[in-house]
């Protein structure tokens, strides 16, 4: 761009005509930037009288301008032999082909077409300056005459004012039918995703389970339907198309289905209707689950409904089985409740009256042992020792079972239970296997606390590491390993050994009460210890699993919540 007022130069003058006052200061910005001084006049009556006074450098002028046009005021200029050399542009939307021949008529310089971009504008300004010096003296020969629209005019501007005229005509109408061009890609590609949009919501619509359809606002007649709908109802859509629900329905689902629909249309909301009665021709009577839909046009007001309904009666129905069986199962529960209360009860009276006959067995053992012990042949020593080791037995039992029947009638009194203490003050006291046997070696690892009974926990843990002890007891290097994470919601512990394990195939029987896995010769016990766990556990909200390989050693697992502490 060519500058303009530097150095001595003064700046060129522009003249702005122009009623709209944003357009002309708009105008006014662009030029002073590049360095023009701007004057500006409101009508075509005081831009004739400020050409006169000021001569500027140029006019850019509006062509629907107050007092006197823009073509009128042109005319006027370039009829004054003093004014004639100064360049004219037009400013014009340029939508009738006669307004180019109104500026040949009036001796136009330049069209600027506008919405004009900044460059554009100053390119045909810089332009109308530079030729402002060529001569433009009307030439000697005689007006051309053309025919326009049926019509002769005369035209006098000179050979070099229509030359720069009409190139800047064609110069706007390029750019015009460039902006045109892309507009119309521009459309046709917005097209082609609007179609792509809608054949996709249509096949969405089309093809999911739930019924969809849309009413008009004016009459409530059905204008778009799907596949669903015409199941539901048992008919094609072409029998529902453009018609009315009373022409399709019972009378009283029609008349309660227009209201909704005059009440969705009048307030303009969504509504909801959680369950209504539907008599389907196909498959009698459903229960649906609808939404009513508001749909708004241009217009503040509701063109269409739309309707989105689910068929919930297999629902409904499942729920009542769910009733049912919920019913079924609190009375089954109340019923194991009691059993569990009546066998606790029978367990604990059992163990009472056990002890006495047991204490008088023991006793007379005891007493044999005392007084004849002399008289006994080894045999006879032999069965004496095997019953006092059986009564030994089934007191522990006794006891197991006792303690195993209060665990039920014990209330769980949780609080934060600090695991590692814990844990460390079992493995303390946990006996070993004898001066001639090695000692197991216990490690543990760090331990996240959680929320439970710590006097029942306690008892977890004794039976998890003296069962691991026990069943480790005759390897070289007996190792109990007892370790800890948090995994999601839960404090997961486990206690591993490396001793004689267990056949999964019987892993069913693992924790049930006296199912034992091994027999007395190889490792001594009553059958209670894991059940005590098990049961212990799930009074916490917890659950209990195991892992094992005969020979190979077993690892016990048990996880409690870490909610409600």
Same mark, same amino acid.
């Given at each position: 761009?060519?500058?303009?007022?530097?150095?001595?130069?003064?700046?060129?003058h522009?003249?702005?005509?122009?009623?709209?006052?944003?357009?002309?200061?708009?105008l006014?910005?662009?030029?002073?930037?590049?360095?023009?001084?701007?004057?500006m006049?409101?009508?075509?009556?005081?831009?004739?009288?400020?050409?006169?006074?000021?001569?500027?450098?140029?006019?850019?002028?509006?062509?629907?301008?107050?007092?006197?046009?823009?073509?009128?005021?042109?005319?006027?200029?370039?009829?004054?032999?003093?004014?004639?050399?100064?360049?004219?542009?037009?400013?014009?939307?340029?939508?009738?082909?006669?307004?180019?021949?109104?500026?040949?008529?009036?001796?136009?310089?330049?069209?600027?077409?506008?919405?004009?971009?900044?460059?554009?504008?100053?390119?045909?300004?810089?332009?109308?300056?530079?030729?402002?010096?060529?001569?433009?003296?009307?030439?000697?020969?005689?007006?051309?005459?053309?025919?326009?629209?049926?019509?002769?005019?005369?035209?006098?501007?000179?050979?070099?004012?229509?030359?720069?005229?009409?190139?800047?005509?064609?110069?706007?109408?390029?750019?015009?039918?460039?902006?045109?061009?892309?507009?119309?890609?521009?459309?046709?590609?917005?097209?082609?995703?609007?179609?792509?949009?809608?054949?996709?919501?249509?096949?969405?619509?089309?093809?999911?389970?739930?019924?969809?359809?849309?009413?008009?606002?004016?009459?409530?007649?059905?204008?778009?339907?799907?596949?669903?709908?015409?199941?539901?109802?048992?008919?094609?859509?072409?029998?529902?198309?453009?018609?009315?629900?009373?022409? *399709?329905? @019972? $009378?009283?689902? &029609? %008349?309660?289905?227009?209201?909704?629909?005059?009440?969705? +249309? =009048?307030?303009?909301?969504t509504?909801?209707?959680?369950?209504?009665?539907?008599?389907?021709?196909?498959?009698?009577?459903?229960?649906?689950?609808?939404?009513?839909?508001?749909?708004?046009?241009?217009?503040?007001?509701?063109?269409?409904?739309?309707?989105?309904?689910?068929?919930?009666?297999?629902?409904?129905?499942?729920?009542?089985?769910?009733?049912?069986?919920?019913?079924?199962?609190?009375?089954?529960?109340?019923?194991?409740?009691?059993?569990?209360?009546?066998?606790e009860?029978?367990?604990?009276?059992?163990?009472?009256?056990?002890?006495?006959?047991?204490?008088?067995?023991?006793?007379?053992?005891? *007493?044999? @042992? $005392?007084?004849? &012990? %002399?008289?006994?042949?080894?045999?006879?020593?032999?069965? +004496? =020792?095997?019953?006092?080791?059986?009564?030994?037995?089934?007191?522990?039992?006794?006891?197991?079972?006792?303690?195993?029947?209060?665990?039920?009638?014990?209330?769980?009194?949780?609080?934060?239970?600090?695991?590692?203490?814990?844990?460390?003050?079992?493995?303390?006291?946990m006996?070993?296997?004898?001066?001639?046997?090695?000692?197991?070696?216990?490690?543990?690892?760090?331990?996240?606390?959680?929320?439970?009974?710590?006097?029942?926990?306690?008892q977890?843990?004794?039976?998890?590491?003296?069962?691991?002890?026990?069943?480790?007891?005759?390897?070289?290097?007996?190792?109990?390993?007892?370790?800890?994470?948090?995994?999601?919601?839960?404090?997961?512990y486990?206690?591993?050994?490396?001793g004689a394990?267990?056949?999964?195939?019987?892993?069913d029987?693992?924790?049930?009460?006296?199912?034992r896995?091994?027999?007395?010769?190889?490792?001594?016990?009553?059958?209670?210890?894991?059940?005590?766990?098990?049961?212990?556990?799930?009074?916490?909200g917890?659950?209990?699993?195991?892992?094992?390989?005969?020979?190979?050693g077993?690892?016990?697992?048990?996880?409690?919540?870490?909610?409600?502490?």
């Open positions: 761009m060519t500058a303009v007022g530097s150095g001595d130069t003064p700046p060129k522009v003249l702005i005509v122009e009623n709209i006052l944003a357009q002309a200061q708009m006014g910005h662009i030029l002073e930037e590049e360095g023009y001084q701007v004057s006049a409101d009508n075509g009556q005081s831009a004739l009288e400020m050409t006169i006074s000021l001569q500027p450098a140029l006019v850019v002028s509006g062509v629907k301008i107050p007092e006197m046009s823009g073509y009128e005021l042109c005319r006027q200029i370039k009829a004054d032999p003093a004014l004639r050399q100064i360049p004219v542009i037009l400013v014009t939307s340029l939508v009738d082909p006669n307004e180019v021949l109104l500026g040949l008529q009036c001796g136009a310089d330049s069209f600027v077409i506008k919405p004009y971009e900044r460059s554009h504008m100053l390119a045909r300004v810089e332009h109308a300056l530079s030729t402002r010096d060529i001569d433009q003296a009307p030439e000697a020969s005689a007006p051309a005459e053309i025919f326009f629209h049926g019509e002769r005019h005369h035209i006098t501007a000179s050979r070099t004012q229509i030359l720069n005229l009409l190139m800047s005509t064609y110069d706007a109408a390029v750019r015009r039918n460039n902006e045109l061009t892309e507009s119309r890609e521009q459309l046709r590609e917005r097209t082609a995703e609007v179609l792509k949009s809608n054949r996709f919501l249509d096949s969405m619509i089309e093809h999911i389970p739930t019924a969809v359809y849309i009413k008009d606002a004016a009459e409530l007649r059905y204008v778009r339907v799907n596949r669903a709908l015409e199941k539901l109802t048992g008919m094609p859509r072409e029998a529902l198309l453009g018609k009315t629900v009373h022409d *399709l329905f @019972e $009378k009283d689902d &029609a %008349d309660m289905s227009v209201q909704e629909d005059r009440r969705v +249309l =009048a307030s303009g909301t509504e909801e209707i959680e369950e209504h009665r539907f008599s389907s021709n196909g498959d009698g009577l459903r229960m649906l689950h609808t939404y009513k839909v508001p749909v708004f046009g241009d217009a503040a007001e509701p063109t269409h409904v739309l309707g989105i309904s689910e068929d919930i009666t297999q629902k409904k129905e499942l729920e009542k089985v769910i009733d049912r069986l919920h019913a079924a199962l609190n009375l089954r529960a109340e019923d194991l409740e009691a059993t569990n209360k009546s066998l009860s029978f367990t604990s009276a059992a163990s009472h009256d056990l002890r006495s006959p047991l204490s008088v067995i023991a006793g007379y053992a005891g *007493l044999l @042992e $005392k007084n004849y &012990a %002399d008289r006994l042949d080894e045999k006879g020593l032999h069965y +004496l =020792a095997i019953i006092r080791a059986r009564v030994k037995s089934m007191a522990g039992l006794i006891e197991d079972l006792l303690s195993f029947s209060r665990l039920t009638l014990q209330e769980v009194t949780k609080t934060g239970v600090d695991m590692n203490a814990l844990v460390a003050q079992v493995a303390a006291e006996p070993g296997f004898g001066h001639d046997a090695p000692q197991p070696a216990i490690e543990l690892g760090p331990l996240p606390d959680a929320p439970a009974d710590p006097g029942l926990l306690r977890v843990w004794i039976n998890l590491i003296s069962n691991a002890v026990k069943y480790s007891s005759r390897v070289a290097t007996p190792l109990i390993e007892v370790g800890g994470r948090v995994e999601g919601a839960e404090a997961v486990s206690v591993r050994d490396n394990g267990f056949d999964m195939a019987y892993y029987k693992l924790f049930e009460v006296f199912a896995l091994h027999s007395d010769e190889e490792f001594e016990g009553t059958g209670v210890g894991l059940a005590t766990v098990r049961r212990v556990i799930m009074r916490h917890g659950r209990v699993w195991a892992e094992g390989k005969v020979g190979g077993a690892v016990f697992y048990f996880a409690l919540p870490l909610q409600g502490a």
